[in-house]
């Protein structure tokens, strides 16, 4: 999948998913239930408007994941991929009035898939194994770092949406692991047809969602607690 530019696309979400390995103090966060998201005062699905449903076979998600320390070229650069978001959007007139919310599985997040890698060039160039791709996601999977066995889902939820020129500036929840955290990201959104796609990148700290970045040596082989982000998510006008 070909995605825009940081430049031509001010962008959204989070979303989330810090979590490629995994603490500038973390934002304030409120406990949620254990082993499901927090809530929030209304739902896409609650609020007036058109409603659209994600399409979860043209939707992504890419978390770009960099080494950091001494040793740092004895490890390599990680991509982290959803491919199964599934959530609704409901779009009133003004798109300032908009409200979205996403989930997006934990366990069937794919890591270094060679196809994506070779998509996002030559920091991503290195071959991984089968079995090096099997270790990171098991290590993503634990419970100090996305605990995908307790909290199966991350969920992403708007609060407030503001124009920023020709695009938006975002104000989100994001539900991980038993907390909410308040983040903000632009977004840009296009609209055609019957459906709507928002498109972009941003990036975040894993500390920002009280994530811990991955390290080892004494710190000389490490992830960088800054994440980059690539999304597309589309979705259509839903019949109901």
Same mark, same amino acid.
């Given at each position: 999948?070909?995605?825009?530019?940081?430049?031509?696309?001010?962008?959204?979400?989070?979303?989330?998913?810090?979590?490629?390995?995994?603490?500038?103090? /973390?934002?304030?966060?409120?406990?949620?239930?254990?082993?499901?998201?927090?809530?929030?005062?209304?739902?896409?699905?609650?609020?007036?408007?058109?409603?659209?449903?994600?399409?979860?076979?043209?939707?992504?998600?890419?978390?770009?994941?960099?080494?950091?320390?001494?040793?740092?070229?004895?490890?390599?650069?990680?991509?982290?991929?959803?491919?199964?978001?599934?959530?609704?959007? =409901?779009?009133?007139?003004?798109?300032?009035?908009?409200?979205?919310?996403?989930?997006?599985?934990?366990?069937?997040?794919?890591?270094?898939?060679?196809?994506?890698?070779?998509?996002?060039?030559?920091?991503?160039?290195?071959?991984?194994?089968?079995?090096?791709?099997?270790? =990171?996601?098991?290590?993503?999977?634990?419970?100090?770092?996305?605990?995908?066995?307790?909290?199966?889902?991350?969920?992403?939820?708007?609060?407030?949406?503001?124009?920023?020129?020709?695009?938006?500036?975002?104000?989100?929840?994001?539900?991980?692991?038993?907390?909410?955290?308040?983040?903000?990201?632009?977004?840009?959104?296009?609209?055609?047809?019957?459906?709507?796609? /928002?498109?972009?990148?941003?990036?975040?700290?894993?500390?920002?969602?009280?994530? =811990?970045?991955?390290?080892?040596?004494?710190?000389?082989?490490?992830?960088?607690?800054?994440?980059?982000?690539?999304?597309?998510?589309?979705?259509?006008?839903?019949?109901?």
């Amino acid at each position: 999948m070909k995605f825009a530019s940081r430049a031509a696309l001010r962008t959204i979400l989070p979303a989330a998913l810090a979590f490629a390995l995994a603490g500038c103090p /973390a934002p304030p966060t409120r406990p949620a239930a254990s082993g499901a998201p927090a809530s929030t005062p209304a739902t896409a699905s609650q609020a007036p408007g058109k409603l659209y449903r994600v399409v979860t076979e043209a939707s992504e998600v890419r978390i770009l994941v960099y080494r950091s320390g001494t040793l740092a070229k004895l490890g390599h650069n990680h991509l982290i991929t959803s491919h199964n978001l599934i959530g609704s959007v =409901t779009l009133p007139e003004d798109p300032a009035d908009a409200h979205f919310e996403i989930m997006m599985p934990v366990l069937s997040l794919a890591v270094d898939e060679p196809d994506k890698r070779a998509e996002e060039g030559a920091d991503f160039a290195t071959p991984v194994s089968d079995a090096a791709r099997a270790g =990171t996601h098991k290590n993503m999977m634990r419970p100090e770092v996305l605990d995908g066995d307790q909290f199966p889902a991350v969920a992403v939820r708007s609060t407030g949406i503001t124009r920023a020129g020709d695009d938006y500036e975002v104000s989100f929840q994001v539900d991980l692991k038993g907390a909410t955290h308040e983040l903000k990201a632009p977004v840009h959104l296009a609209l055609e047809g019957q459906g709507l796609t /928002a498109t972009g990148e941003f990036t975040f700290k894993q500390t920002d969602l009280g994530l =811990t970045p991955f390290s080892a040596a004494l710190g000389a082989l490490a992830v960088q607690d800054q994440l980059e982000v690539k999304f597309k998510i589309r979705a259509e006008l839903s019949a109901e």
